[in-house]
């Protein structure tokens, strides 16, 4: 039996796709991309963005069309809040919300286990998944054998406490929730084993972290003093979590020199109407202690345009303050009104021309500062993660997460592989020069 798996949206869902993914190659299932035929889809979905839903259900419109009588298994964030939508889609359609999406990990076992006598297979997973066992359990999720990516993922931390006036999230994943340190660091170090030269540490909001009082710091430097050799990306942080504490933990060398801020707006005004809880200036101080400790990271960045009541005046605001900043890309997203977000009420809401115009101006800008970061690291040496390729050419992922494709690998080294190399300009391959 064939698996078809696509994934919307952030890391934590990558590293859930992942999770159900291992979970029926170790049952001896075959895995694959929604794109292959199957025996059986499942799509993890993101609510973030109206965008989101709509590719969410415009895939699954087409995975119906084509391949009738097939299941598709729906979860995932837009599954929690908008199941009625998504099971009118199909009658071979099965809706599984966000907290019974561990349910999953068990469907493997179940489809192994039952015989002719039980219902056709639709009926079957829809009465599994609505079953007795635990609503929710965040931390089940396990990688054992990758499919999708050559670096592990690690998830330390789900749902959020934060109800920023734009963002569903909350409904769907609840309040934050942290795994121990003790039981990440054995996690960290049971991937270390398995070969990953790579551990992404994620979460709805790492910065929320939290045990006994310690924050994301401690947990940073447990990971360190529990694994040797494997590289660590911390995915995302608030930028008033970036104190002097943090950036001790995060100057250790093996700490990835790739960030990722969700700023949002450069108006402090406006930050303040999203229900942020820091101000510019806090950003402005947040990169320059990143930029103290690693050599010219990669820093990434959310903004969010055409919030209600967002002036030309504030978006200018926005556009000075990436541009200072000189951050290395940015996600930029138009502003939608999300259901159930007080923000979706908001008076002044900006008209979706101007909101459109708003991203492409600070798209244009994203173009700029990512060709200037690249030109920067051209003939640089980096240290890369092997993702895919054959014979000599492999596509590696670097340590600032810049991508590039570096000839004459050696038969020795392959997926998963930890190399250096010499970085190409914008085009060109870039040079192997040994094992990491």
């Known amino acids: ?99 019974r999406k561990s349910r999953l990990l068990d469907l493997p076992g179940f489809l192994l286990a039952r015989d002719e006598s039980e ?25 054992t054998e990758p499919s999708f990516h050559s670096r592990a993922f690690l998830k330390v931390q789900d749902g959020c ?50 045990e006994a009082g310690a924050g994301p710091a401690r947990l940073v430097e447990r990971l360190l003093a ?29 700490i990835c020199p790739h960030f990722h801020l969700p700023v949002q707006s450069g108006s402090d005004r406006v930050l303040e109407a999203m229900g942020r ?9 947040a ?18 345009v055409g919030f209600p009541g967002e002036t030309d005046g504030d978006f200018a605001m926005s556009r000075s303050l990436v541009q200072d900043l000189g951050f290395a890309h940015l996600h930029v997203f138009p502003f939608s009104p999300r259901p159930g977000t007080p923000a979706a009420s908001f008076k002044g809401q900006v008209p979706e021309r101007v909101r ?13 500062l990512a060709a200037e970061y690249r030109s920067r690291w051209c003939g640089r040496e980096v240290e890369a993660l092997l993702e895919k390729g054959s014979g000599d050419r492999w596509l590696g992922v670097c340590g600032n997460y810049l991508k590039t494709w570096i000839r004459s690998v050696p038969d020795g080294e392959g997926r ?3 190399v250096r190399a010499v970085l190409g300009g914008d085009g060109e391959d870039g040079r192997y020069l040994g094992p990491a």
């Open 1 to 99: 039996m064939r698996v078809g798996f696509h994934t919307f949206g952030c890391k934590l869902n990558q590293h859930e796709t992942e999770a159900l993914a291992s979970a029926f190659h170790g049952g001896g299932f075959s895995v694959c991309g929604a794109r292959a035929d199957a025996d059986l889809y499942i799509v993890n979905t993101c609510t973030v963005t109206s965008a989101g839903d709509h590719k969410a259900r415009a895939l699954v419109r087409s995975l119906l069309r084509g391949h009738p009588g097939v299941p598709v298994i729906v979860t995932g964030c837009s599954a929690q809040l908008e199941a009625e939508a998504l099971a009118r889609l199909g009658a071979d359609v099965v809706v599984v919300s966000e907290k």
């Open 119 to 143: 219902p056709p297979q639709v009926d079957a997973i829809r009465s599994f998944a609505g079953g007795p066992g635990p609503a929710a359990e965040p931390f089940a999720f396990r990688i």
């Open 161 to 210: 406490d934060r109800r920023c006036a734009y963002c569903r999230v909350p409904l769907a994943r609840g309040p934050s929730v942290s795994l121990g340190a003790d039981e990440a660091v054995l996690r960290a170090a049971d991937l270390e084993e398995r070969g990953f030269r790579e551990i992404v540490v994620t979460g709805v909001n790492v910065s929320a972290w939290r």
């Open 226 to 254: 529990g694994t040797k050799r494997a590289r660590i990306r911390v995915s995302s942080l608030e930028p008033e979590s970036i104190d002097e504490e943090l950036i001790g933990a995060l100057a250790d060398p093996r």
């Open 277 to 285: 809880r820091y101000i510019a200036g806090t950003v402005v101080r």
């Open 287 to 304: 990169v320059d202690l990143l930029g103290r400790v690693k050599d010219d990271p990669f820093i990434a960045a959310d903004v969010l």
């Open 356 to 368: 459109g115009q708003r991203a492409g101006v600070l798209g244009e800008i994203s173009r700029r």
């Open 416 to 418: 998963g592989s930890l």
